[in-house]
C-alpha cells in the first residue's frame, strides 16, 4: 500500500469505508485513490469483482465471514491490515495499524478514529437512568448474550457476536474524552473534517 497506487472505494464522508482509507491514506502515506459515492457495501463488493477498485476499508471481520466467507476460503480477497483497537486473535498474520504508529499523538488519534469499532451497535438509555434501572439494563444484555438459544440462534444466522459490556464501553467513552483537543482536530482533519 505504500509503494503501489490503488483505488479503494467508499460510500461517504464519515463512513469507515470512507475514513479508513482517508487514515491510511493520511497518517500513513498509502498510495491509494478513494472512489466514493457507492451507495453501500454490496455495491463495493461487486465493483471489486467488477475490477472498478481494488478494494474498501471498515468492512468487518464477522461481515466478511457472515456474508462472503467464500471469498476467504478462495482466496479471492486478502486482508492487508486491521483497523481496530485489539488485534484480532483470528488473524495473527495480518498486521495491526498500531503496530505502526511511531509516537503517542498519532496512537491518540487512531484510539479516537478506532473506537467506533468497540462500541459498534451500541445499546443506550437516557442521562439521569436511576443506577439500579441501569443496572437491570446491564444484566439483562449480559445475559442475553450468555444465553444458549440465543448463540445457537445467531450461528444458525452466520452471525458473529462479540458483545462488549457497559462497564467497558464506559472507560472507553471516558478514555476518548480525555484526548486533548488538538489530537481531536487533528484526527478530524485526516478523515476530512477540519478543525471544530
Not at 482466496?75 to 498474520?93: C, D, F, T, Y
Not at 509516537?103 to 462500541?119: E, F, G, I, P, S
Request: proline share 6%; glycine share 8%; with cysteine.
Amino acid at each position: 500500500m505504500l509503494h503501489k497506487d490503488f483505488v479503494m472505494g467508499g460510500t461517504a464522508p464519515g463512513a469507515d469505508s470512507d475514513d479508513y482509507a482517508s487514515v491510511l491514506k493520511n497518517m500513513f502515506g498509502a498510495k491509494l485513490k478513494l472512489v466514493s459515492g457507492y451507495p453501500g457495501g454490496i455495491e463495493l463488493n461487486i465493483a471489486m469483482e467488477r475490477g472498478e477498485i481494488d478494494g474498501r476499508c471498515g468492512w468487518s471481520l464477522s461481515a466478511i465471514k457472515a456474508t462472503n466467507q467464500s471469498w476467504i476460503n478462495e482466496k479471492k480477497i486478502r486482508l492487508l491490515v486491521q483497523m481496530g483497537l485489539s488485534k484480532e486473535p483470528e488473524l495473527p498474520e495480518v498486521p495491526w495499524i498500531k503496530e505502526r504508529v511511531t509516537n503517542d499523538r498519532d496512537r491518540q488519534m487512531l484510539d479516537l478514529l478506532l473506537a467506533r469499532q468497540v462500541t459498534a451497535w451500541p445499546f443506550m438509555a437516557p442521562p439521569g437512568l436511576p443506577e439500579d434501572r441501569k443496572a437491570a439494563l446491564r444484566q439483562a444484555f449480559d445475559d442475553t448474550m450468555r444465553d444458549p438459544g440465543f448463540i445457537a440462534e445467531t450461528k444458525r444466522s452466520g452471525l458473529i457476536v462479540n458483545p462488549v459490556d457497559g462497564a467497558k464501553i464506559d472507560a472507553l467513552i471516558a478514555e476518548i474524552y480525555r484526548i486533548p483537543n488538538d489530537v481531536v482536530d487533528a484526527a478530524r482533519s485526516t478523515v476530512g473534517f477540519g478543525a471544530r
